[in-house]
């Protein structure tokens, strides 16, 4: 299984992305898909996460109220939505394909197929 990620880029503060995470395979649709970021030198966070039907997300409440996640399975794509970003939301996006479910406290160790990461820079 192969994730691409694409969608970032450079906007100014109180600007709007929307990231795309594609799969190579069409099983992608039965798997909860999360999306993470990464700082320079720091770990990385999650940030969303979808159920493979669409109906349930989660959001971490540094995005939570600025960002919506949602996909279609048909073309086998989950997107993340963000608006009215920050500077402090600048940093590496990756998508993930979730071994578990979807749940409270995600982290890195429940995902096993990774995105290679889009770059969102956001300016004041």
């Known amino acids: 299984v192969q994730l691409q990620a694409s969608g970032g880029g450079m906007v100014q503060a109180g600007g709007s992305l929307r990231l795309s995470c594609a799969a190579s395979v069409g099983t992608f649709s039965s798997y909860t898909v999360g999306w993470f970021r990464q700082k320079p030198g720091k770990e990385r966070e ?13 959001l971490a409440d540094s995005v939570k109220g600025r960002s919506t996640c949602s996909r279609d399975n048909a073309k086998g794509t989950v997107f993340l939505q963000m608006n009215s970003l920050k500077p402090e939301d ?13 749940g409270a406290g995600m982290r890195t160790t429940d995902f096993d197929y990774w995105g290679q990461g889009t770059q969102v820079t956001v300016s004041s």
């Not at 940030?47 to 989660?58: E, H, K, P, R």
């Open 46 to 58: 999650f940030v969303g996460a979808i159920t493979s039907s669409g109906g349930a997300t989660l």
């Open 90 to 102: 600048t940093a590496t996006y990756f998508c993930a394909r979730a071994r578990l479910r979807m």
